[in-house]
């Protein structure tokens, strides 16, 4: 989406994205199998998702499995499959009442078949949500989502579709698997790391990153105050200079 003037300076994240680290350093800690951890972190979505709403968060993106995520062990992945369809079973009746509109992005469909068919059932049960909007992301890689927007422009480009010059950030923004959502404003990354891990590249241009030692099965809606407070604080400038220097 485009870029906001300088001074549009909002300090409500109504985008938030979240990089769920940490289960594992968190089961580990506890003397529990990694599984564990991945389950406590399911518990943490939910709370989250609890609290997006009193906090005036429309969108909440969370990072779930990632494309490099294929590469753990095969018994580990089962878990993480098993935990979305059953998360997808125990919530949607929950999601729906709360008014959340759950969506995905990433190639759902190299996902086991149980997934796809209960993501696609969750994701019809509650298209009428208008309180809060919740993506997963499942085998979700920033840069091959941008190669494959590059591929279909470049498509469309050769059956005559468009003249390369109409190729902008907007038209580009369009073919990202993320067009139906604002940029996020916020992406919090717990467990203390600073990298974005091939997570929403092209949308976290100007979002501003909060880390925090903390690792995810212990975020809470007080961990999500912390992080909503530093965005408070924060100035967004946009590439312009600050209005506390005489910026507009
Ligand atoms: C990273 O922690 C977390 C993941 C790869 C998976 C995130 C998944 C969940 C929170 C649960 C499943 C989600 C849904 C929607 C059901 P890590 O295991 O890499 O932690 P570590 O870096 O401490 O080892």
């Given at each position: 989406?485009?870029?906001?003037l300088s001074g549009e300076r909002?300090p409500i994240?109504?985008h ?10 968190w ?12 389950r ?11 609290a ?7 969108y909440l ?7 490099e ?22 919530e ?7 008014g ?20 696609a059932e ?7 949500g ?5 993506t ?8 091959r989502?941008i190669?494959?927007a590059?591929?279909q422009?470049?498509e469309?480009?050769?059956r005559?579709e468009?003249?390369?010059?109409e190729?902008?950030?907007?038209l580009f ?14 992406i919090i990354?717990?467990s ?6 091939n ?15 903390v690792?995810?099965?212990?975020f809470?809606?007080?961990?999500l105050?912390?992080a ?12 312009a200079?600050?209005s506390?220097?005489g910026g507009?």
């Amino acid at each position: 989406m485009s870029v906001p003037l300088s001074g549009e300076r909002s300090p409500i994240a109504q985008h938030v994205a979240i990089i769920m680290d940490g289960n594992g350093r968190w089961a580990k800690r506890q003397g529990l199998p990694r599984a564990e951890g991945h389950r406590r972190g399911v518990l943490a979505l939910k709370d989250i998702v609890k609290a997006a709403k009193p906090r005036q968060i429309k969108y909440l993106t969370v990072y779930a499995f990632s494309t490099e995520n294929w590469r753990r062990p095969q018994a580990e992945i089962d878990v993480l499959m098993d935990l979305l369809v059953e998360f997808l079973d125990s919530e949607i009746a929950e999601l729906r009442s709360q008014g959340v509109r759950l969506s995905a992005i990433g190639h759902l469909e190299e996902l086991p078949e149980r997934c796809q068919q209960k993501l696609a059932e969750g994701m019809a049960a509650t298209r009428q949500g208008h309180d809060l909007s919740l993506t997963l992301a499942l085998n979700y890689g920033s840069r091959r989502e941008i190669v494959d927007a590059a591929r279909q422009l470049a498509e469309a480009a050769q059956r005559g579709e468009i003249q390369p010059a109409e190729i902008s950030d907007a038209l580009f923004s369009a073919h990202l698997s993320t067009k139906d959502l604002p940029d996020p404003d916020l992406i919090i990354r717990p467990s203390g790391e600073w990298r974005l891990s091939n997570f929403l590249l092209w949308q976290a241009a100007y979002a501003e990153i909060y880390s925090t030692e903390v690792l995810w099965p212990d975020f809470d809606a007080a961990q999500l105050d912390l992080a909503l407070a530093a965005f408070a604080r924060r100035e967004r400038r946009y590439g312009a200079v600050s209005s506390r220097d005489g910026g507009s």
